[in-house]
């Protein structure tokens, strides 16, 4: 009997110790990695140096933004093909992704040094800051290079089945940059230039022993057709990655923003532009710290919450989310005592300054982060949609606070209130993001378990025990929703005699990975647009959509390869592409007959109908998309496709009846 996998069964506090602390440990070093410089260039330089990293830092993310595509991209590649049993395929976008890492941040470093100057006004430089800002800027974006490299292969080095190498790597590097930080600023006298170099050096390092492991990486075997750019790949490369690009991109967005309305406030006030430009900065960064905490305890999470929710276990599901977000709480609360009792001996850390600029400094951590304590509530309930495949409450938790809210309430509050309005801004933004976190997680976990999976009501068919045809032959049914495929499908394998598979995969799948019937049923083929907002939050190679597609794709090509058998819909045209003994059918009909077909089986209204519809036609397109590159519905995917009106779903599967005893009849003779 298999054993049933430990997320359903080991104690809850000990698996969110085992999955969290080394999140933690990654999420902390990424954040730290920025923290350093500043604290060094506070120390040895003053506030004017840290207002120029500061100025900085937006390019310094876009620059993360493409590292975090590529690597999280090529990683989910990988290991969507490995699932797929494609090694060679696995192989390319390994190679694709490392060449990826090199073309575009070179690519980048070039605009970025032949534009600097330009650039840095975009950020909300001021003159006092622009000769630091280039004196450090010109240095770092010579070293994008380094950096991609260093996090894109980090990435695959974790899909490799290697955490502890790519967490190690990192470490190396931040240790090394804590080392040479105060060795060319204080030794050397190289001041924010000095800051520069041993960033750099450190990103150079990482990157170094990224590229040692990839020579000898386990999953896959790598030769020099792997690294032949493809633009199939690279395209499904930067499919799969984008979110992690939006996410990074967004804080881009945000921080030019803020820059710039710092500095337009900041020369009506007493503060001036340097000041606010500088404190915020680290405020913002110090945020980060909390933040990363938090995500690691809640990313540590996700696989428990995701399984149990599946495996239909929902007390481990409440009693995993309860223990993340009293755990979460706790962290933001002593971050909150932290930083409203003792912000002068935060700011201090990273250099001193006058007495406005340590005025400031107080007002900006104890007005700006005012509600940090609820972090602990917002951050989880988005990974806690994320696990259980809500895509759509999660995208909305996700895009909230930091898109929806934060740069409208800069804007707003900044031109109404001047410098005063943009520290408020920060509340006021977490308080709407986090009332509304709230309420969907309250809702969602009173409803727990109440949702069942949506089934179209059609006639089952008895399959006849002898079958008609002695040749192995597959036929799969791709089909609008409406059009009746499925019958279709149902009817020709019985007047073939041979399997027909459609819920029977779910029964397998679920058997396999010890998820719940319902649960799959409710996930599956259901990927759409909003999950790619929706996993902007989520450190993962692969969603729990992604997962479903690779046991689906393991079960459908082993159901193909033992019998003959009808197969409904699950991209498995494109599954099992390798095949020849394969028709592939798409079913189609007008908007008008899906309309009566939906109303006759469901029992719904017209209207709801209509909405059903062009939903999951929309969501079957996307899905198919997003794992096959493909269109769906497009004529030259398939073998036959058929109009479900013209003849009915009867006569239908008789014409493709007689098709598929033509097909096998052609092939007995070719092979004469």
């Given at each position: 009997?298999?054993?049933?996998?430990?997320?359903?069964?080991?104690?809850?506090?000990?698996?969110?110790?085992?999955?969290?602390?080394?999140?933690?440990?990654?999420?902390?070093?990424?954040?730290?990695?920025?923290?350093?410089?500043?604290?060094?260039?506070?120390?040895?330089?003053?506030?004017?140096?840290?207002?120029?990293?500061?100025?900085?830092?937006?390019?310094?993310?876009?620059?993360?933004?493409?590292?975090?595509?590529?690597?999280?991209?090529?990683?989910?590649?990988?290991?969507?093909?490995?699932?797929?049993?494609?090694?060679?395929?696995?192989?390319?976008?390994?190679?694709?992704?490392?060449?990826?890492?090199?073309?575009?941040?070179?690519?980048?470093?070039?605009?970025?040094?032949?534009?600097?100057?330009?650039?840095?006004?975009?950020?909300?430089?001021?003159?006092?800051?622009?000769?630091?800002?280039?004196?450090?800027?010109?240095?770092?974006?010579?070293?994008?290079?380094?950096?991609?490299?260093?996090?894109?292969?980090?990435?695959?080095?974790?899909?490799?089945?290697?955490?502890?190498?790519?967490?190690?790597?990192?470490?190396?590097?931040?240790?090394?940059?804590?080392?040479?930080d105060p060795l060319f600023i204080f030794v050397f006298?190289?001041?924010?230039?000095?800051?520069?170099?041993?960033?750099?050096?450190?990103?150079?390092?990482?990157?170094?022993?990224?590229?040692?492991?990839?020579?000898?990486?386990?999953?896959?075997?790598?030769?020099?057709?792997?690294?032949?750019?493809?633009?199939?790949?690279?395209?499904?490369?930067?499919?799969?990655?984008?979110?992690?690009?939006?996410?990074?991109?967004?804080?881009?967005?945000?921080?030019?923003?803020?820059?710039?309305?710092?500095?337009?406030?900041?020369?009506?006030?007493?503060?001036?532009?340097?000041?606010?430009?500088?404190?915020?900065?680290?405020?913002?960064?110090?945020?980060?710290?909390?933040?990363?905490?938090?995500?690691?305890?809640?990313?540590?999470?996700?696989?428990?919450?995701?399984?149990?929710?599946?495996?239909?276990?929902?007390?481990?599901?409440?009693?995993?989310?309860?223990?993340?977000?009293?755990?979460?709480?706790?962290?933001?609360?002593?971050?909150?005592?932290?930083?409203?009792?003792?912000?002068?001996?935060?700011?201090?850390?990273?250099?001193?300054?006058?007495?406005?600029?340590?005025?400031?400094?107080?007002?900006?951590?104890?007005?700006?982060?005012?509600?940090?304590?609820?972090?602990?509530?917002?951050?989880?309930?988005?990974?806690?949609?994320?696990?259980?495949?809500?895509?759509?409450?999660?995208?909305?938790?996700?895009?909230?606070?930091?898109?929806?809210?934060?740069?409208?309430?800069?804007?707003?509050?900044?031109?109404?209130?001047?410098?005063?309005?943009?520290?408020?801004?920060?509340?006021?933004?977490?308080?709407?993001?986090?009332?509304?976190?709230?309420?969907?997680?309250?809702?969602?976990?009173?409803?727990?378990?109440?949702?069942?999976?949506?089934?179209?009501?059609?006639?089952?068919?008895?399959?006849?025990?002898?079958?008609?045809?002695?040749?192995?032959i597959v036929i799969t049914i791709s089909r609008e929703?409406?059009?009746?495929?499925?019958?279709?499908?149902?009817?020709?394998?019985?007047?073939?005699?041979?399997?027909?598979?459609?819920?029977?995969?779910?029964?397998?799948?679920?058997?396999?990975?010890?998820?719940?019937?319902?649960?799959?049923?409710?996930?599956?083929?259901?990927?759409?647009?909003?999950?790619?907002?929706?996993?902007?939050?989520?450190?993962?190679?692969?969603?729990?959509?992604?997962?479903?597609?690779?046991?689906?794709?393991?079960?459908?090509?082993?159901?193909?390869?033992?019998?003959?058998?009808?197969?409904?819909?699950?991209?498995?045209?494109?599954?099992?592409?390798?095949?020849?003994?394969?028709?592939?059918?798409?079913?189609?009909?007008?908007?008008?007959?899906?309309?009566?077909?939906?109303?006759?089986?469901?029992?719904?209204?017209?209207?709801?109908?209509?909405?059903?519809?062009?939903?999951?036609?929309?969501?079957?397109?996307?899905?198919?998309?997003?794992?096959?590159?493909?269109?769906?519905?497009?004529?030259?995917?398939?073998?036959?496709?058929?109009?479900?009106?013209?003849?009915?779903?009867?006569?239908?599967?008789?014409?493709?009846?007689?098709?598929?005893?033509?097909?096998?009849?052609?092939?007995?003779?070719?092979?004469?």
């Amino acid at each position: 009997m298999k054993e049933e996998n430990i997320l359903g069964t080991e104690k809850i506090g000990k698996l969110i110790r085992k999955f969290s602390i080394p999140c933690i440990i990654s999420m902390l070093v990424n954040s730290l990695y920025n923290i350093v410089d500043q604290i060094f260039v506070g120390q040895g330089v003053g506030y004017l140096g840290n207002g120029a990293t500061n100025i900085i830092f937006p390019l310094v993310m876009v620059c993360l933004a493409i590292s975090l595509m590529i690597g999280d991209g090529a990683s989910a590649f990988l290991s969507l093909k490995l699932g797929e049993k494609k090694e060679k395929e696995a192989a390319k976008g390994v190679g694709n992704g490392v060449i990826l890492s090199i073309i575009f941040p070179l690519i980048l470093s070039a605009i970025c040094i032949i534009f600097l100057p330009k650039l840095i006004y975009l950020f909300g430089c001021t003159k006092e800051l622009e000769p630091y800002a280039l004196e450090y800027g010109y240095v770092i974006v010579l070293g994008f290079v380094f950096s991609t490299v260093g996090i894109a292969l980090n990435s695959l080095i974790r899909a490799d089945g290697n955490p502890k190498y790519s967490m190690t790597t990192m470490i190396v590097g931040a240790v090394v940059n804590t080392l040479l930080d105060p060795l060319f600023i204080f030794v050397f006298g190289m001041g924010v230039k000095g800051a520069a170099i041993a960033t750099v050096i450190s990103q150079a390092l990482t990157a170094l022993l990224n590229v040692l492991y990839i020579r000898k990486i386990k999953s896959i075997s790598l030769n020099k057709e792997s690294f032949k750019l493809q633009g199939k790949i690279v395209s499904k490369i930067c499919l799969l990655g984008v979110s992690s690009f939006i996410n990074e991109i967004s804080i881009v967005a945000v921080m030019a923003c803020e820059n710039n309305m710092l500095k337009y406030c900041g020369e009506n006030s007493r503060f001036g532009p340097e000041i606010p430009i500088t404190v915020l900065g680290i405020v913002m960064k110090m945020s980060q710290i909390l933040m990363s905490i938090i995500l690691g305890i809640a990313i540590g999470a996700q696989p428990i919450l995701g399984y149990n929710y599946g495996a239909r276990k929902l007390d481990r599901v409440k009693k995993t989310l309860k223990t993340v977000l009293i755990v979460s709480s706790i962290v933001g609360v002593i971050a909150f005592i932290l930083f409203q009792s003792i912000p002068e001996k935060l700011i201090s850390v990273f250099g001193q300054g006058n007495e406005l600029y340590n005025e400031f400094a107080c007002m900006a951590f104890r007005i700006y982060l005012m509600l940090c304590a609820f972090y602990g509530i917002q951050i989880p309930a988005g990974i806690f949609f994320q696990s259980i495949g809500k895509s759509f409450k999660s995208a909305i938790i996700s895009l909230s606070r930091q898109v929806l809210f934060l740069i409208p309430a800069i804007l707003i509050l900044g031109f109404t209130f001047g410098i005063d309005g943009i520290l408020y801004a920060g509340p006021l933004a977490d308080g709407i993001a986090i009332v509304i976190s709230t309420l969907l997680l309250i809702f969602e976990v009173k409803n727990l378990g109440k949702s069942k999976a949506v089934d179209e009501k059609l006639v089952e068919n008895e399959v006849n025990s002898i079958s008609e045809i002695k040749e192995h032959i597959v036929i799969t049914i791709s089909r609008e929703y409406g059009s009746g495929g499925r019958y279709i499908g149902k009817l020709l394998a019985n007047k073939l005699g041979i399997k027909v598979y459609d819920r029977e995969i779910v029964d397998k799948v679920a058997k396999e990975t010890g998820l719940s019937k319902e649960y799959i049923e409710n996930y599956e083929q259901k990927r759409t647009n909003t999950d790619t907002i929706n996993e902007v939050f989520v450190a993962e190679e692969l969603g729990n959509e992604d997962e479903l597609f690779v046991a689906e794709s393991n079960v459908i090509k082993q159901l193909a390869k033992e019998n003959s058998c009808v197969i409904i819909g699950r991209c498995a045209d494109y599954i099992l592409k390798e095949q020849k003994d394969i028709v592939n059918v798409f079913v189609y009909n007008s908007f008008e007959e899906k309309v009566k077909r939906v109303v006759d089986i469901y029992k719904i209204k017209e209207n709801d109908a209509r909405k059903e519809i062009k939903r999951i036609n929309k969501q079957r397109a996307v899905h198919y998309k997003h794992y096959t590159g493909n269109e769906w519905g497009k004529l030259e995917n398939y073998d036959v496709c058929i109009n479900s009106d013209f003849m009915g779903v009867e006569s239908a599967a008789n014409v493709l009846y007689t098709i598929i005893k033509e097909k096998i009849k052609k092939t007995n003779v070719e092979n004469v």
